[in-house]
C-alpha cells in the first residue's frame, strides 16, 4: 500500500480522538466537526512528513524504531497511539493490496497479492 493509504488505516484504526483531544467533549457540537478535520489534517501530514524520513524502518519492519524517530517531531498523538499507529503502518507497508468495494454491512473487501515461501523441514 501507498504510505498514504497506511496512514489512513493507522487514524481511521488507531487514532482516538476523545484520548488525543480530551477538550472535545466539552465544545459545542457545532465546533467538533471542524476541529476534528483540521487536527486529522495535521496529523496526516505530519505523519507523512515525518515518516519520508525514516522509510528505513518501514522496510526493515521496525515500528518501535519507527516510533522513536517520530518522537522527537513532537506530532500531537499520545505515545502510545503513535506506537500502535506506527504497528500498523509497518505492517500495511509494501503489502499490495486493492479495494473491491464493501459488503451489504459497509465493511471493506479487499484483494492482496501474497507470497508464500515454503522450507524443507
Known amino acids: ?32 466537526e471542524p476541529l476534528v478535520a483540521d487536527y486529522v489534517l495535521r496529523v496526516q501530514e505530519a505523519l507523512r512528513v515525518g515518516l519520508e524520513s ?32 506506527c504497528q500498523t503502518i509497518v505492517d500495511l507497508y509494501g503489502v499490495e493490496a486493492r479495494c473491491l468495494g464493501e459488503t451489504r454491512s459497509g465493511h471493506p473487501i479487499f484483494a492482496m497479492k501474497m507470497t508464500v515461501q515454503l522450507q524443507d523441514a
Open 1 to 32: 500500500m501507498t504510505l498514504d493509504v497506511c496512514i489512513a488505516h493507522a487514524i481511521h484504526r488507531d487514532l482516538d480522538i476523545v484520548e488525543a483531544l480530551p477538550g472535545i467533549l466539552d465544545c459545542p457540537t457545532e465546533e467538533i
Open 54 to 85: 525514516c522509510r528505513k524502518h518501514l522496510e526493515n519492519r521496525d515500528a518501535a524504531s519507527l516510533c522513536v524517530d517520530l518522537v522527537p517531531l513532537k506530532l500531537p498523538i499520545p505515545l502510545h497511539m503513535l506506537h500502535a499507529m
